[in-house]
């Protein structure tokens, strides 16, 4: 009944930019926390960073000081800024959003993904 949808991804350079967005829509009351995973060939899937409803941010020691997550609360969207980018960066690119119904109950719906490909 929510569907989450990633866009942005592409191939960069190392040491390029990248803007990552996710809208959701659907039967939504509030979004309580947004979420960007990671998962590249061969490894678990990771947190690369979080922010709650009311701004506040953790993100993955590997993307400190490069990546940024911001949300717009009035478009149910939140976005990925990734600058510097390296190989490592190379993922499928995921975002996790929480809701909450009228009632206080919650749910947690996924994105398909989208690659980021960081390639010489």
């Known amino acids: 009944q929510v569907q989450v949808v990633e866009s942005g991804g592409g191939l960069v350079q190392p040491g390029g930019s990248l803007r990552l967005s996710c809208a959701a829509s659907?039967?939504?009351?509030?979004?309580?926390?947004m979420e960007w995973y990671r998962q590249a060939p061969g490894k678990e899937r990771e947190l690369v960073a979080h922010?709650?409803?009311?701004?506040?941010?953790i993100y993955a020691d590997s993307v400190k000081g490069r990546f940024t997550i911001s949300r717009d609360n009035a478009k149910n969207t939140v976005y990925l800024q990734m600058n510097s980018l390296k190989f490592e960066d190379t993922a499928v690119y995921y975002c996790n959003v929480e809701t909450s119904l009228s009632t206080g109950w919650r749910n947690t719906y996924w994105g398909r993904g989208t690659q980021v490909t960081v390639s010489s």
């Open positions: 659907g039967r939504i009351f509030s979004i309580n926390t």
């Open positions: 922010i709650t409803s009311g701004g506040n941010v």
